[in-house]
């Protein structure tokens, strides 16, 4: 029994990466545990049981008293045993907790396994996690047994093990997306500045080069769209608009908010807001569907934007310099150089 029980000790940490000495100590505290209730021994004496690393056998002392008994061996064998499965369902737990954890933040592939109240539970290999209702996109639907990627979100410790949590509508999971598939954006030369996102519907996202001679707008598209389309078929046809980045916060929020073509645009710097104005055919177009279009440009480069039609803004000087009396004037938007430029926008082909 003695050499079994190591030999099963170091099996388990060979096969299943399970350390050898917790699996050790667990044995001596529960072989101590079981003696103590079977021998008459003093409850205020403690009762140790140490296993020889070279040997495997178990001694058991009270005290400083060694304990001989023929009835050890067989407690000793009884209770290594249910040690051993218990501590390897803990152990594991902790292996799998460890191994998704320092892999937060990444993006992680499996399969559907089954769907649970609206939840995806998907399949690692090894382990089971969980794609939230809440963090999953409206427009997209999976089938048991279909391969799927999403971002790491969080890792938990539950008692029934570690509960690992995905996300397909996080921001971070398009970047991750970016990273895969423009190696300029994994080895650092182009940087993603900022991702504004309507999981399912539209994403905004930010770069800029840190080398002049790269187009970043033009990496991220790839040759003949290949390296953005692969995106936009994994996340089932969201639209993506690459906008390029620029310290001039005009140029910026004109890529932003392209294809849109803005007249005037007004900052007020202290509120980090702009008054933007556009002609009467270019309102919509700015504005977008439902306010989709200047509600990711504004999260995109982090001012609030408003915008008007050439009327609606001149309504609004007018109706400024009646309350003059309440307030400083409205002051004129100055006139912009051109359209905006500097973005590019795709979805999937039908």
């Excluded at 101590?32 to 020889?52: F, N, P």
């Excluded at 008007?308 to 009396?325: D, L, N, R, T």
Aim: proline share 3%.
């Amino acid at each position: 029994m003695e050499n079994e029980l190591l030999t099963i000790l170091e099996q388990l940490e060979r096969d299943r990466g399970i350390n050898k000495e917790i699996l050790i100590a667990a044995v001596e505290a529960a072989v101590a545990s079981a003696a103590k209730k079977i021998w008459t021994v003093d409850k205020e004496v403690e009762v140790k049981v140490t296993l020889d690393r070279e040997t495997g056998k178990l001694t058991a002392w009270a005290g400083e008293q060694e304990i001989h008994s023929s009835e050890f061996g067989r407690i000793a064998a009884q209770t290594a045993k249910q040690v051993v499965i218990q501590k390897i369902r803990e152990a594991e737990k902790d292996v799998v907790f460890n191994e998704y954890s320092v892999r937060l933040g990444q993006i992680i592939s499996g399969a559907v396994y089954r769907f649970e109240r609206g939840n995806i539970i998907v399949d690692l290999g090894k382990t089971e996690a969980l794609i939230p209702r809440s963090e999953q996109s409206n427009k997209e639907e999976f089938r048991q047994g279909e391969r799927i990627r999403a971002y790491l979100l969080e890792v938990r410790r539950e008692t029934r093990g570690p509960q690992i949590i995905l996300s397909r509508t996080n921001p971070n999971f398009v970047k991750r997306l970016f990273e895969l598939e423009v190696p300029e954006i994994y080895e650092g030369i182009i940087e993603v500045k900022a991702i504004a996102r309507d999981p399912g519907e539209r994403t905004k996202i930010g770069v800029f080069s840190k080398d002049e001679k790269i187009d970043c707008v033009g990496a991220c598209v790839g040759m003949r769209g290949s390296r953005v389309k692969n995106i936009v078929t994994e996340l089932h046809g969201e639209k993506i608009d690459i906008v390029r980045y620029s310290d001039d916060i005009k140029e910026y929020i004109q890529a932003a908010l392209s294809p849109a073509e803005i007249s005037q645009m007004q900052l007020i710097a202290d509120e980090k807001r702009v008054n933007i104005i556009v002609d009467e055919d270019q309102l919509s177009l700015a504005i977008g569907k439902y306010g989709q279009n200047v509600r990711l440009a504004s999260k995109l480069v982090g001012w609030e934007l408003d915008i008007y039609s050439a009327k609606q803004w001149e309504e609004k000087q007018k109706q400024a310099q009646a309350e003059q009396a309440a307030g400083p004037t409205v002051p004129s938007a100055p006139p912009l150089a051109g359209p905006a430029d500097g973005q590019e926008s795709f979805e999937e082909e039908a």
